[in-house]
């Protein structure tokens, strides 16, 4: 049974960096893809960044590309996913969420991934 563990979220000043990772134990290459959400208070869980398992492709949502990263690494039944994200802006602030699911691209929805990390924090702040 595949698990998802996310760390790396913080307290970080505007302008700061953040890197979260999420560590995918049975990883298989059955889940076409992984990706990071994210939702704040009040608002609906948004897609932030999803990658390919089989072939490393990545997309980003408007609201972080040029400022963010996503990698992915690992052999085997584990495989650790990484968001790399620069120049942080308070509206960053979220629980960021790493997941497994059914398809990636430009546009894709939490309701295409079915296994879910239980969350990281990041904060911007002054």
């Known amino acids: 049974q595949v698990q998802l563990v996310e760390s790396g979220g913080d307290l970080v000043q505007p302008g700061g960096s953040l890197r979260l990772s999420c560590v995918a134990s049975?990883?298989?290459?059955?889940?076409?893809?992984l990706a990071w959400f994210r939702q704040a208070p009040g608002k609906e869980r948004e897609g932030v960044s999803c990658?390919?398992?089989?072939?490393?492709?990545?997309?980003?949502s408007d609201s972080v590309k040029g400022r963010s990263t996503m990698s992915a690494s690992g052999d085997g039944d584990k495989k650790t996913a990484y968001l790399q994200m620069n120049s942080l802006k308070p509206e960053d602030s979220a629980i960021y969420f790493c997941?497994?699911?059914?398809?990636?691209?430009?546009?894709?929805?939490?309701?295409?991934?079915?296994?879910w990390g239980q969350g990281t924090q990041v904060t911007v702040s002054s």
């Open positions: 997941a497994l699911g059914r398809f990636c691209g430009y546009y894709y929805t939490p309701d295409e991934f079915d296994i």
């Open positions: 049975g990883f298989t290459l059955d889940y076409y893809a």
């Open positions: 990658i390919v398992n089989r072939d490393g492709t990545t997309y980003y």
